[in-house]
């Protein structure tokens, strides 16, 4: 084996190279990082704030663009501080004291340190002016028009009027801006719907050519804006009436009613659709009711329908033909639910209770038919007398009932 000569190797031209490279390195660290703290380094793309003592404002003006957005700054300091800045350290703002009115203006450029406690210096800048135009601020309101063209349905449904929410909108922003805009229109994104939705919505501004307005520059009076599309179905549904004060047992088939129109064709959302098979025009109270005199219904007032057949209303009279009325006197008079309380009843017999329906019945039936009934848990008791209302009860027949409301006079 080769013996190792270190006379040898400290007397070779290379080993003395490598080794003072290495010496010069290890002391060049040393010195950076022991001796010398001092460094400097540039920050790119830190934002021009216009915003920064933007005196402009109090003149109604505003910024309506400028060429240059960013700037470079070259920052000097302890290392130790450079080293951790970035561009929220730094603020480069404009020079406005020139600005007076509308128009294009050169502006100094200046930066400041946001921080007052670290310690480093701005150097420089990449660019020490840039040139802005700013116009006069100026709002105005526009209607609110609809585009829905992407909006598609199936062929089986139709829509109804649409309408945005809110209609109209107040735009503020330069002046020559504004003034360009002919018409604003609310657009909603490409897609099919079966049923009614509220669509979110974007404003699209066009000048008089039908040119889009870029709206980098103006804001709204509202946050948001959407697009209701209410879908409809079409059906031909029989048209019907409901009763109210119908007393108990009381077949309301018994009444022949006629209507100006039989059946209606009607738009209706898509889910009505699906379970409605008949159209209830209106209401009639059997308490007050009135033969061979129409009940006329508003369907102008219905929300949520489109008549298509161009009706507004309805009328429905109830035939007399086959009906009978006539006055009987009721003495058969009870109590219900009386539970513990001690009530006398004082009046003998209600007289005058017109019984109405189909004229074979009616012909038939005496006071000893029918029933008046005093129920005890609708009433408010007092001491001493009072009159309570009584319900007219014919148990023998569905087929007519006691028209108009009777009393009687109890005690406790």
Do not use: C
Not at 6 to 23: A, G, M, P, V
Not at 77 to 93: A, C, E, H, Q
Not at 176 to 194: D, L
């Amino acid at each position: 084996m080769k013996k190792f000569n270190l006379q040898k190797l400290l007397e070779s031209n290379r080993f003395t190279l490598f080794f003072s490279f290495i010496l010069a390195v290890t002391i060049w660290v040393v010195v950076v990082t022991f001796f010398s703290t001092e460094a400097r380094t540039t920050i790119k793309n830190v934002p021009v704030n216009v915003e920064y003592n933007a005196a402009y404002h109090n003149l109604g003006l505003e910024i309506i663009d400028m060429d240059i957005q960013t700037v470079d700054v070259t920052v000097a300091g302890p290392r130790s501080v450079i080293g951790n800045l970035t561009k929220d350290d730094i603020i480069v703002y404009p020079q406005f004291s020139n600005v007076r009115v509308a128009g294009k203006y050169d502006l100094a450029l200046n930066a400041v340190k946001t921080s007052t406690i670290m310690e480093y210096q701005i150097e420089s800048l990449s660019s020490y002016q840039l040139t802005a135009r700013f116009d006069s601020v100026i709002e105005k309101t526009f209607p609110v028009e609809i585009d829905v063209s992407n909006i598609t349905i199936p062929s089986e449904f139709m829509v109804d009027k649409i309408y945005t929410t809110p209609d109209s909108v107040t735009i503020t922003g330069p002046e020559k801006s504004v003034s360009q805009i002919a018409k604003v229109v609310a657009k909603v994104e490409a897609q099919e719907i079966s049923q009614t939705e509220v669509l979110p919505a974007t404003l699209v501004m066009y000048d008089e050519t039908e040119t889009e307005i870029e709206n980098t520059h103006f804001s709204y009076d509202q946050d948001e804006f959407t697009i209701t599309v209410p879908i409809l179905k079409e059906i031909v549904v029989p048209v019907k009436v409901e009763y109210i004060n119908v007393p108990d047992g009381f077949n309301v088939s018994t009444l022949n009613v006629k209507f100006s129109q039989k059946e209606v064709d009607i738009a209706v959302p898509p889910r009505v659709a699906e379970t409605m098979t008949a159209f209830t025009a209106g209401y009639i109270d059997l308490k007050t009711l009135a033969f061979d005199s129409p009940y006329v219904f508003d369907l102008t007032a219905q929300t949520g329908y489109r008549f298509l057949d161009g009706v507004t209303e309805i009328s429905a009279t109830i035939s007399a033909e086959d009906i009978s009325r006539k006055n009987v006197s009721v003495s058969e008079i009870k109590i219900l639910n009386q539970g513990s309380q001690n009530v006398e009843i004082l009046t003998d017999t209600i007289h005058n209770v017109e019984i109405v329906g189909k004229a074979s019945v009616v012909e038939e039936l005496t006071g000893d038919n029918i029933v008046a009934e005093i129920d005890m848990t609708k009433v408010s008791l007092a001491q001493g007398q009072q009159t309570v209302a009584v319900e007219i009860i014919i148990p023998s027949t569905h087929e007519a009932y006691a028209r108009g409301t009777y009393y009687a006079t109890i005690k406790n």
